[in-house]
C-alpha cells in the first residue's frame, strides 16, 4: 500500500513518433503529485505508462525503466494486467460501466481480482468504498440503479470508489475534474487531500491552482520545440514550483506568459 | 419571424421548409409500413377464411386446417429455432474474434468477407446444401444414430439420402450466420473506448473486459441480431424446398428421412398445384407464419426493453 515510484530515462513512443523523451522522476508515496503543462506535451501519455495503459496503443512502446519500490514494471516477467491491478486510474471523463449497477461498479475491481467474498464483506468493502470516495450518503438508497443515471460529479467519485475498492498502491488521475463543476471539483480535491493518507495519488491538470491546493510535488512538462518530444522541465515542490521555479519555461508557463 | 397566430400561449417557432418536409415525409413513410401491414394481415385473413369455416375434409389431408397447419409450424419452429442455436453463439465468437482477437489486417478481411456471405442469395445456400452438405453428412448421421441414438433427435434410422432436417437446419445456420455476425460485429465495434479502457484500468484481462464492457454493450444488439436471423429462417423457403425430404410428420428426430416441412417451402412447394380451398389452407399456414414471425420481434422487442435503463443508451 503507497509505494514510491522511481521513472528512470524513460522515452515513449506511438510507433515510430517519439512523444515524449527523457523523464526521470521520483513519486513519493502518500503523497499528492501533480503534472502540469501545456497540451500536446505528453502528460497523459506519461501517465498511461505508469499503469501500462500506453501500450494498448497499437504499436506503442517505451524505453526506459519504472521501478516500483523495488519491482520493475516492465520487467520481462511482468504481467500488465497484475500492474494495472495494483495501480488504479481514474479518468478525464467519467466512466462508470452503465450496464451495471452503483454497487457492481463498485465491486467490478474486486470480482475480477478472484477474491471470492461472501455477501457481507462484499457490501462492506462497497461501502468503504463509497464512504471514502464521500459518496455513500448520497447513493445508499439506491445502490441497484444504474451508475449511469448518477450527476457528473457523483459518476466520478464513483470512478475513484471504484478504483479503490481494491486497495491498490497507486491512484492516477487525468484530469478528473475537468467535466465537473466547482462545487464537485471541491469535493474532489478535498477527496484527494484525505486519500493521499493511504496512497501515492499523480494527478494530471491543467488547473494551476488545483495543482497548488492539493498536491505536495509538481512536475511540468514542456515540448521541447515545434515538432520535438515533450520533456520533463522540472520537478519539485509544489509551493517552490509556484514561487521560485528553477526553469524560465516554468516560471512563464504559471504566471500565463507562455506561447 | 411570422405573425401570431391564434395561439397566443405557444410562441410559434419558424418553421423551415427542410424540417417540414423532412418531418412530412418520415411520418408519410412511418404510416405507410402500418398501412402495408394492416393490408397483409387483412389479405390474409380474407384470403384463408373459406379453409378456416370450410368442413374439415375438404381441407388437403381431410383432417382440417390445424392438422395441417400443425406439423408444418412445427418444422417451421424446429428448423429455425435449432438453426439459430448453432448459428448465433458462433456468429457472437465470430465476432469478437474479428474484433478483439484477430490481427487488424486479416480482421478488415475478415469482415468484409463476412459482408460478402450475407449478401448470397439464398437459393445458392440450398443448392449446396443439397449437392455437398446432404451426402457428406450420411456417414457421420449413421454415426449418431449408433452411437448417440438414445438421444430423440439423433434416434434414426439414418436417412440414405442426407436430405434431413439436420441438413436443413445446418444450412439455414450458415445462412443466418453472416447477417447476425455483421450485426454483433458492428456493435461490438462501437464499444465506447472509455469503457474498454476503464475495464483495463482496473486490471481486466482481455477476456474479462470482452464480459465487463462489449457483451453487455452488445447485448440488445446481438438480440436483435438473432431476431433477424430467426425472422429470416422461418421465413426461408427455397433452401430449405431443396433440401428437405419431406413425408410430413412431427418428430424431434433430425436425421431420418421422414421430416416435417416448413410452412415457406411447403407453400413454395404445393402452390403451384393446388387451387381452391387448398389454395386458401396455404395462405392460412402463411396467416400462421406471420403470427409467429411478428410475436418473435414483439418478443425480441421487450427483451431488448427491459433493461433499458442500463443499456448505455444514457
Ligand atoms: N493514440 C495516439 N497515437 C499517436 N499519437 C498520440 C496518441 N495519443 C497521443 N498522441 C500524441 O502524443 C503527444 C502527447 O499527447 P498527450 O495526449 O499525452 O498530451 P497531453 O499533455 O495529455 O495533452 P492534453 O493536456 O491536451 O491532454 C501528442 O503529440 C499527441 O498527438
Ligand atoms: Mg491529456
Redesign the pocket.
Given at each position: 500500500m503507497a509505494k514510491r515510484i522511481e521513472v528512470k530515462d524513460l522515452d515513449i513512443y506511438?510507433d515510430k513518433?517519439l512523444?515524449v523523451q527523457g523523464v526521470s522522476m521520483t513519486i513519493q508515496p502518500r503523497s499528492v503529485t501533480a503534472l502540469i503543462?501545456p497540451?500536446?506535451?505528453?502528460?497523459?501519455?506519461f501517465l498511461r505508462t505508469l499503469n501500462r495503459m500506453h501500450e494498448l496503443?497499437p504499436n506503442a512502446r517505451v524505453d526506459g525503466k519504472i521501478f516500483m519500490d523495488d519491482d520493475d514494471l516492465y520487467g520481462a516477467a511482468v504481467d500488465p494486467v497484475n500492474v494495472r491491478r495494483q495501480i488504479g486510474m481514474v479518468f478525464q471523463r467519467p466512466n462508470p460501466f452503465p450496464t451495471m449497477s452503483i454497487y457492481d461498479n463498485v465491486a467490478a475491481g474486486l470480482k475480477l481480482n478472484n477474491k471470492r467474498l461472501r455477501k457481507a464483506e462484499m457490501d462492506e468493502v462497497v461501502e468503504r468504498a463509497l464512504s471514502a470516495a464521500n459518496l455513500w450518503e448520497e447513493v445508499k438508497d439506491r445502490l441497484p440503479k444504474p451508475g449511469s443515471g448518477l450527476s457528473g460529479g457523483q459518476q466520478q467519485r464513483l470512478c475513484i470508489a471504484r478504483a479503490i475498492a481494491v486497495q491498490p498502491d497507486v491512484l492516477l488521475m487525468d484530469e478528473p475534474c475537468s467535466a465537473l463543476d466547482p462545487i464537485s471539483t471541491q469535493a474532489i480535491e478535498d477527496l484527494m487531500l484525505e486519500l493521499k493518507e493511504k496512497y501515492t495519488i499523480v494527478i494530471?491538470t491543467?488547473n494551476m491552482q488545483q495543482a497548488a491546493r492539493v498536491s505536495d510535488m509538481t512536475g511540468f512538462?514542456n515540448l521541447r520545440g515545434v515538432g520535438q518530444p515533450?520533456e520533463l522541465v522540472e520537478i519539485d515542490e509544489t509551493t517552490k514550483i509556484f514561487s521560485t521555479p528553477s526553469k524560465k519555461a516554468t516560471e512563464d508557463y504559471i504566471s500565463g506568459r507562455f506561447g | 419571424m411570422p405573425p401570431s397566430t391564434t395561439r397566443p400561449k405557444a410562441p410559434k417557432v419558424p418553421q423551415r421548409p427542410g424540417d417540414r418536409i423532412f418531418a412530412g415525409a418520415s411520418t408519410g413513410a412511418g404510416v405507410l409500413i402500418l398501412v402495408v401491414l394492416a393490408g397483409v394481415a387483412a389479405f390474409l385473413l380474407v384470403e384463408a377464411w373459406p379453409s378456416l369455416t370450410a368442413p374439415a375434409e375438404d381441407i388437403p389431408g381431410g383432417e382440417g386446417v390445424a392438422v395441417y397447419v400443425w406439423p408444418l409450424l412445427f418444422g417451421t419452429l424446429i428448423s429455425a429455432v435449432f438453426a439459430l442455436l448453432i448459428a448465433s453463439p458462433l456468429a457472437v465468437a465470430i465476432a469478437l474474434f474479428i474484433t478483439y482477437y484477430a490481427p487488424r489486417r486479416i480482421a478488415a478481411g475478415l469482415g468484409y468477407l463476412i459482408d460478402l456471405l450475407a449478401a448470397v442469395p439464398s437459393i445458392i445456400y440450398g443448392l449446396w446444401g443439397f449437392t455437398v452438405l446432404a451426402p457428406l453428412t450420411v456417414e457421420p448421421a449413421n454415426w449418431l444414430a449408433e452411437n448417440l441414438g438414445f438421444i430423440p433427435l439423433f434416434a434414426g434410422p439414418p436417412s440414405a439420402t442426407g436430405r434431413t432436417m439436420l441438413v436443413a437446419v445446418i444450412v439455414l445456420a450458415v445462412m443466418i450466420l453472416p447477417i447476425i455476425t455483421a450485426v454483433v460485429r458492428e456493435a461490438f465495434r462501437q464499444t465506447p473506448r472509455l469503457h474498454e479502457e476503464a475495464s483495463l484500468a482496473l486490471g481486466a484481462t482481455r477476456w474479462e473486459m470482452i464480459r465487463m464492457a462489449a457483451l453487455p454493450f452488445g447485448r440488445s444488439s446481438i438480440i436483435g441480431a438473432s431476431m433477424l436471423g430467426l425472422g429470416r429462417a422461418l421465413g426461408e423457403t427455397m433452401a430449405v424446398a431443396i433440401v428437405l425430404s419431406v413425408s410430413g410428420g412431427v418428430t424431434f428426430n433430425l436425421i431420418s428421412s421422414a421430416n416435417p416441412s416448413t410452412i415457406a417451402a411447403n407453400i413454395a412447394l404445393q402452390f403451384p398445384e393446388s387451387s381452391g380451398i387448398a389454395v386458401n389452407t396455404l395462405i392460412a399456414s402463411g396467416l400462421v407464419l406471420f403470427a409467429i414471425t411478428l410475436a418473435v420481434n414483439m418478443v425480441a422487442r421487450a427483451v431488448i426493453n427491459r433493461r433499458k435503463e442500463f443499456s448505455g443508451a444514457n
Open positions: 506511438y513518433f512523444a503543462g497540451s500536446g506535451c505528453g502528460k497523459s501519455t496503443v494530471v491543467h512538462f515533450g | -
